[in-house]
């Protein structure tokens, strides 16, 4: 009974003069969330993902499944490594600029230590 259903969709579909079409959906939608500042899929971020299902009776809340536990660890350690990134760019930055005092004073004493003129022989114009 199944394999002659199965030949008879077959054989029905390849008569048809429409495609068929075996692709995931999981991506539908992705570029409508992109451009509109959501996540790539409903279930990165978001209220239905970032809150708990379900609390006590009584208000208590309750406690964080493994997957918000995941999520939240990965968030730290982004958070941690943004800092850490930020910091060396602020070192680099500090380096920087005392290399360009550096290379400014050392102008000036190379300067400095030039051969000048004597008197102002040179520098007055007669009339």
């Known amino acids: 009974m199944a394999a002659t259903i199965r030949t008879l969709c077959c054989t029905v579909l390849k008569r048809s003069s429409r495609s068929f079409t075996t ?14 500042g959501l996540s790539r899929t409903g279930s990165e971020y978001g209220p239905l993902t970032d809150l708990p299902d379900w609390s006590f009776a009584d208000g208590r809340p309750a406690p964080p499944l493994k997957g918000q536990l995941r999520r939240r660890q990965e968030r730290e350690m982004l958070a941690k490594r943004i800092v850490d990134l930020n910091a060396e760019v602020d070192k680099g930055m500090e380096t920087w600029m005392s290399k360009q005092e550096e290379a400014i004073t050392m102008e000036h004493h190379r300067k400095s230590l030039l051969l000048k003129a004597k008197g102002n022989l040179y520098s007055k114009k007669k009339k």
């Open 23 to 36: 692709t995931c959906g999981a991506r539908a939608g992705l570029k409508w969330r992109m451009e509109n």
